[in-house]
């Protein structure tokens, strides 16, 4: 792996922050030493019995205390709607990650697809910068094999087979996670719930280069109106790769909710998120509407029914300020959990109105999780499209540790449908635009793999490698504005391999190398890519979005000073890299020489050849600390300066990036 020569300096802010980075790693241990003691004066009647504490100490006992009628706090029982889940360890052996309301505030992420890109085997697909539309895969799966549910509501992808993620904000969510496997992507977002009587709010701020600007707040109040009420605004914008690409993204979200004891009860949710593109996506801007009516209730122990109807919409505006919108989709969902000891089961029936979408979808999950033995899980789902029945079942199991060794395996086959609500493409006629939805038959993704792997854990090493299969008919392309496409890529079978590391440094208590690779055997022959120049590394026969080797490597430190706990700093310093890539080409033009007369579907264009991308690398940094509840970030990305990155041709992004801001949570 060579670099390119680096040709103009990294901005101020770069090395600035490079500094502070190098000097958390020469910290003195005993850091508490070094920080004067605290001489204000705490009023006696906040501590009781002479109790000594810092002054940091002192600020979350005056954070914590009830002013009105000194009632206790945790004597206020506060109704939340019930939330079950699925159960499984967290790891690379279950393919199961997990964030809650805390782990979110430490993670690097504003964005979902930034939080995503953290799990190991996924990768994102980038268009552009922040406002530009981007999805993930994970081993070859995307279109029609990545989905994202919010509070058991579907989100369905509207401008192709896979869901555009930048439609889909992180503002009010407190609970993540992520189901992967080598056949698709899971993600269920939850939305925030009360611990206890107090107001909750948090705010997250930053800004950086390329005037990049990010903003997100949130507010809930456990008692409102007879319910409950949280209401969050995000806005994040940039001018882009050389300050000529600019583009936003901005959301509205407000929910109310009326909960009684643990029986049960019912919230109302509005969203409505926008996204601006400029010139090089049509429609320029799009916004996106979301409303829904969700109950759920409690009838035995361990036992839940619930059910909700959801309505999305989408609508785009282009340059000249001519407006289209598709059309409306509805969800019915009617769910059930069950959760008793080591059991747990769900089940749902879910109805789709709205062309591209099967009219049905039944999915049944059930496993068991036993602390001594292991556990196991399976799924089966049933998609129904326009009569064609398709059928995907799922298995997967692990064992507890054995003298810190043991095992995992996972089994996924049958086929899944690829959505398509009918999209609005732009038409030249005459110098006028006019747009015309492009509609496509069925595609059906016929895929089955396999993994099987070991583990080893002792301590604070952990060792864990995966053998891996996975053979599919087709590759399709995601549908997004930059390949779009009727026809899909041969497939056949592929084999490799994936191992995840996390290894301390006996230099510092809290520093450990961490990392995750994904690589795939087979015979590589060099084609050219679309310069005719040759690609090495690259067979002809890759399939698309399945680079042969992809990794993450970093040191990662992380460790609370002071008795109280009261200051934390982690620090992340790594590289991401992939080698080269076979991606859909964009589409540019609409083979239609004429709106289609009413009742007629319009003519899809012709996919045109694959193309290549060149290896791409982006080295980053990121330094965070705590006191208290404020924590201040820096961040940075492709610190080397690297200008040719890029997941799509033609699509640079942006050559680098520091990015520094707060996250702080109040309780009043």
């Keep these: 792996m060579i670099l390119g020569p680096v040709r103009f300096p990294a901005p101020w802010s770069f090395w600035a922050g490079a500094l502070l980075v190098a000097g958390a790693f020469v910290l003195p241990g005993p850091l508490a030493g070094q920080i004067p003691p605290d001489s204000a004066a705490v009023p006696d009647s906040l501590l009781a019995d002479s109790l000594a504490v810092d002054s940091l100490a002192a600020l979350q006992l005056l954070d914590s205390l009830q002013v009105a009628d000194s009632l206790r706090l945790d004597s206020l029982h506060i109704d939340n709607f019930p939330s079950p889940r699925r159960r499984a360890p967290r790891g690379f052996h ?37 406002g530009m539309p981007l999805t993930v895969t994970a081993f070859g799966a995307a279109a029609g094999r990545v989905r994202v549910v919010t509070d058991g509501i579907e989100r369905i992808p509207y401008e192709g087979g896979a869901l555009d993620l930048t439609q889909i904000s992180l503002a009010g969510v407190e609970h993540v996670s992520v189901r992967r496997s080598a056949a698709g992507i899971l993600v269920e977002l939850e939305t925030l719930r009360f611990d206890d009587a107090r107001a909750y709010s948090q705010i997250d701020v930053g800004t950086g280069d390329l005037e990049t600007n990010l903003f997100r707040g949130t507010f809930g109040l456990p008692r409102a109106a007879g319910g409950s009420a949280v209401a969050a605004l995000e806005r994040v914008d940039t001018r882009g790769p050389g300050g000529k690409e600019r583009g936003a993204l901005s959301e509205a979200w407000i929910r109310f909710g009326i909960v009684r004891g643990d029986r049960g009860g019912i919230e109302f949710d509005y969203r409505r998120r926008s996204q601006e593109r400029g010139e090089l ?7 996106r509407r979301e409303w829904s009516v969700r109950t759920r209730a409690r009838i035995g122990e361990g036992l839940y029914v619930g ?45 789709f109105s709205g062309a591209g979408l099967p009219g049905s979808v039944q999915e049944a999950s059930a496993g068991l999780d036993e602390a001594r033995l292991g556990g196991l899980a399976a799924t089966v789902r049933r998609e129904a499209w326009d009569g064609v029945s398709l059928t995907r079942t799922s298995l997967r199991g692990w064992t507890s540790p054995v003298y810190g060794a043991f095992l995992f395996a996972e089994l996924d086959q049958g086929k899944s449908g690829v959505p398509h609500v009918p999209y609005f493409r732009p038409l030249q006629i005459l110098a006028d635009s006019v747009y015309v939805p492009y509609a496509r038959p069925l595609q059906v993704d016929d895929r089955t793999t396999r993994r099987l792997g070991v583990g080893f854990a002792w301590r604070d090493v952990l060792l864990e490698g995966a053998r891996v299969t996975v053979e599919a008919d087709s590759i399709f392309p995601l549908g997004l504005p930059i390949d779009r496409g009727p026809a899909g890529f041969p497939g056949g079978r592929r084999e490799g391999y994936e191992a995840n590391a996390s290894l301390p440094i006996p ?15 087979g015979d590589f022959v060099p ?22 080797l992809f990794y993450d490597a970093k040191v990662h430190f992380r460790r609370s000073f002071l008795p109280t706990g009261n200051f934390e700093l982690l620090v992340n310093v790594g590289v991401q890299e992939r080698e080269a890539m076979r991606v859909f080409r964009r589409v540019d033009t609409v083979s239609v020489v004429a709106p289609p007369s009413e009742g007629e579907e319009a003519v899809g264009p012709v996919l045109p050849p694959t193309d290549v991308v060149r290896f791409h690398q982006n080295w980053y940094a990121r330094l965070e600390m705590r006191i208290v509840t404020l924590k201040i970030f820096v961040e ?10 890029q997941d799509f041709p033609g699509r640079i992004l942006p050559a680098t990036r520091a990015v520094y801001g707060v996250r702080w949570t109040l309780r009043n």
Excluded: C
């Excluded at 279950?94 to 085997?121: I, N």
């Excluded at 407006?323 to 769900?346: I, K």
């Excluded at 940075?636 to 990155?645: F, H, I, L, M, T």
């Design 507 to 521: 230099l510092l208590d809290g520093l450990f190398l961490k990392g995750n690779v994904v690589r795939w055997s």
């Design 281 to 287: 996506f049509a429609p320029a801007n799009l916004v």
């Design 307 to 351: 059910g909700h109807y959801a309505r999305t919409g989408l609508e785009g505006e282009g340059l000249t300020g001519d407006t289209v919108s598709a059309e409306d989709v509805r969800e019915l969902t009617a769910s059930l959990w069950a959760d008793r000891g080591p059991f747990w089961a769900t089940a749902s029936v879910r109805s």
């Design 636 to 645: 940075w990305e492709n610190a080397s300066v690297r200008r040719d990155r």
């Design 527 to 548: 084609p050219p890519d679309s310069l005719g120049q040759p690609v090495a590394g690259l067979a002809d026969d890759a399939w698309p979005y399945l680079p042969r």
């Design 94 to 130: 279950t393919g199961a990650w997990e964030w809650d309301r805390e782990e979110l505030l430490w993670t690097s992420a504003f964005t979902l697809a930034d939080l995503l890109a953290t799990v190991p085997g996924i990768m994102t697909l980038k268009s552009g910068d922040y």
